[in-house]
């Protein structure tokens, strides 16, 4: 075959190299964040009808989320025993691979009126920091757009129970809506699409 | 890399046959690796998409005799009149657009030694890598449950047929009828199946036939969340629901098919609707293709779900002996991903990664009432490992409002479960 043996070993290691990334200690990235997806949905896009989207959260809201449920500082139903699970290095190994997905946006079921009459609670009280009809995942509040709506009514419930601390900027806007100027807004984020 | 050639990749691909000869994997440019996935419930549909997904030049094909597939979890929900069959019926359609060939067939034998694997349509399918997902079989322990027994005392521990039958039963029985459900011994399919059960039909007596009772005659003394069913027990179907151990005379040895009669020994349990449980172990095609141990189960190398009794072939799901993860729909979808991603390794000539791993299991044990257990693996010192300080149970002292929210969160689980595996 005139193939020299040995320089084709070489050769084929060298092609091998190449399409090998680096090889670092544990588990892969897209290892750990594809367990999450049996409830929050694969590569983070959520069917709903409760579990939230995770798909393109910023690094910095993910792992904060998950530092507070290991801590158990945010109130939660499972999460605080799953997060229990993962070193700080592997939950930001993870939140780097949701950051990296598009937002997903789910097709939420809400009220329409309501969305609608939200749309002003929104402009007048949230917009601020929940950019963009809250899709955008740069400003670090987490991405309210196209989220499933008992899950921003149960985030909602523990902020106002003062079960989970609310940025002092949002506790002054929050203490001077009414709650149906609370749930209208709720179903405005559930609405973006 | 930079002065990779034209030519010298031809040189290269022209010594593929070389190159196999010692003993490295398919190399590009060579035919295309080939996998066959045999089984397409949880384990086996999302191993098929997972592969697909990381690496789309895999040709995967995935056996499987059903072309509707209903899921054992949530047909609880049926029994109880909460929900259709329709609700819990998935289609290969998901994953022909991930581009798995679906193939409706059973596959009759493995040979590992050839790689291939043939089917009762009189195929052949020629693999690189084999995963083998077959769920359960039912073993005999208890005499007189054949195969005509199983039609007039459902187990419904496979969802389908079974789950229909015992449902029909449930409605055509008279207010103050005894329904039973003989629980099998450990291991088995879904551990807190049978209580989850009970509490699904108990919800179902009380609104229908509020005059029936439930009893759990049960093959074993305890059993999994076992604090957290008892305390709905008494908090929802105080009155109905009766749970027997073994040790005070619950487990059943024999039944009477005819007469739908349990038997404890020499005390009869005639019933009007007999839900019986038999022990389990691996799937009969892991059995007749030799994956399985003395104890029935098939041993695998926690890595990457390989048998470590035959190569190139990786089980997954019920049948795999993946202890500590537990025998659970959630454990099979996250074997289906670490196999999927070592056969992907594999064939590409990687060494598999660290495997990571999770449980998460719901029971929705009344109305606005349900209950979790989970739990965080990864690979100790070669051995599936729970990790230490994750995980656990619902806290007994939970409070209502968030018991109802584990509720939608378990409504969640299955809808989310059911896309990213089938979808």
Known sequence: ?193 | MANFTRRKFLQVTGGAVAVSSLGFPAIVGAASKKVVVVGGGVGGATAAKYIRMADSSIDVTLIEPNTEYYTCFMSNEVLSGHRTMDSIKVTYDGLKGHGVNVVHDTVTDIDAAGKKVMTAGGKTFAYDRCIVAPGISFASNIEGYDEAAMKTMPHAWKAGEQTVILRKQLEAMDDGGVVAIAAPPNPFRCPPGPYERACQIAMYLRAKKPKSKLIILDAKDKFSKQGLFMQAFERHHAGIIEWVSAEKGGKVTRVDAATNTLYVGDTAHKVAVANVIPAQTAGAIAIKAGLTDDKGWCPIDGRSFESTIHKNVHVIGDASVATPLPKSGYAANSEGKVAAAAVVDLLNGREPGDPALVNTCYSVVGPDDAISVAKVYDLKDGKLNGVEGSGGLTSKDSSPEMRAREVDYAYSWFANIKKDSWG
């Open chain 1, 1 to 193: 075959m005139g193939c020299n043996k040995k320089a084709l070993v070489a050769l084929i290691g060298s092609v091998f190299m190449a399409g090998t990334t680096q090889v670092l200690a544990g588990s892969s990235a897209s290892m750990m964040a594809n367990t999450c997806a049996g409830c929050h949905g694969t590569n983070g896009q959520s069917a709903g009808p409760a579990s939230p989207n995770l798909a393109g959260m910023s690094e910095s809201y993910f792992n904060d989320s998950m530092k507070a449920f290991k801590e158990g500082t945010r109130p939660a139903t499972i999460m605080d025993r799953i997060a229990k699970g993962y070193s700080d290095e592997q939950i930001e190994t993870m939140a780097g691979f949701f950051a990296g997905q598009p937002v997903y946006k789910a097709m939420v079921p809400h009220d329409a009126a309501k969305a609608k009459a939200g749309a002003e609670t929104y402009d007048k009280s949230c917009a601020k920091c929940h950019d963009e009809g809250g899709s955008l995942p740069g400003d670090d509040a987490g991405i309210l757009a196209g989220q499933w709506l008992p899950w921003l009514q149960y985030s909602m419930a523990d902020f106002k129970a003062g079960n989970r601390e609310m940025p002092k900027k949002m506790a002054k806007q929050v203490e001077k809506l009414s709650d149906a100027e609370i749930d209208a807004v709720l179903n405005y984020f559930a609405s973006q699409k």
